[in-house]
């Protein structure tokens, strides 16, 4: 009943260094999104997918890159960290439906610091 | 652009007794969806309850209700017989339904205490 994973759930990176956060999904979930947590606020949209390959930026996308190459797997690429990047990172997904009450489920989330 | 406003920063209640969060949401689409997160200190987002823009009456779920006021833009949640697991950050969000997208706007949220 695993849900929706991250990989890994705390990383530490030097300014400028690169890496690559993987969400997976076992609910066969169209839908699959990246939202990053920073202190006292809410949780705001960087990318998102609607479909095994196709993409598209949310409100936040710069400094971000995205892929979803399988169905289940959506991941989120620092090409070049910055310390503005230190951030909680959560995925998300859900089912396509016509209406919008299906709810996110969420996976436990990246905890990202960037040195 | 969607908008989510949540005004208390901080909320404190005594255990066994009922609480409400406020939220107020700024939208001028017609098919929109309103949900509630729980984020315990442990990180996690847990989902709580939904209310949908067309739905005539309010939502509940156990303990969970929502006072949905729509000439308002207010969906406050209300949290009845308090317990100490209450405890946590609370965040109201915002879907559009007339969108491809489907993404949540959140609130900043609301620190919930229940004392003992």
């Known amino acids: 009943n695993a849900g929706v994973t991250q990989t890994p759930k705390f990383r530490v990176l030097k300014t400028g260094q690169s890496m690559t956060l993987l969400c997976a999904q076992d609910m066969n979930h169209e839908y699959m999104y990246w939202y990053r947590q920073d202190p006292g606020m809410g949780l705001r949209l960087i990318h998102y997918s609607v479909g095994e390959g196709t993409t598209a930026k949310g409100e936040v996308p710069d400094g971000y890159n995205v892929s979803r190459l399988k169905k289940q797997n959506f991941l989120l690429g620092l090409e070049s960290a910055a310390p503005s990047q230190t951030s909680v990172y959560f995925c998300?997904?859900?089912?396509?439906?016509?209406?919008?009450?299906?709810?996110?489920?969420f996976g436990d989330g990246t905890r990202l610091s960037i040195l | 652009a969607q908008k989510i406003t949540q005004t208390q920063p901080g909320m404190f209640v005594q255990e066994k007794e009922a609480v409400t969060l406020d939220c107020t949401y700024d939208t001028s689409d017609q098919s929109y969806g309103l949900f509630w997160y729980k984020q315990p200190s442990s990180g996690e987002m847990i989902f709580l309850i939904y209310q949908g823009s067309y739905d005539e009456q309010n939502a509940t779920e156990g303990r969970y209700s929502l006072n949905f006021q729509k000439a308002r833009k207010s969906a406050n949640l209300v949290i009845s017989a308090s317990q100490l697991g209450d405890s946590a950050m609370y965040f109201c969000?915002?879907?559009?339904?007339?969108?491809?997208?489907?993404?949540?706007?959140f609130g900043s949220g609301t620190r919930l205490q229940v004392q003992p």
């Open positions: 998300a997904s859900r089912p396509q439906g016509t209406y919008s009450n299906q709810p996110q489920h």
């Open positions: 969000a915002e879907t559009n339904g007339e969108t491809g997208r489907r993404a949540l706007t």
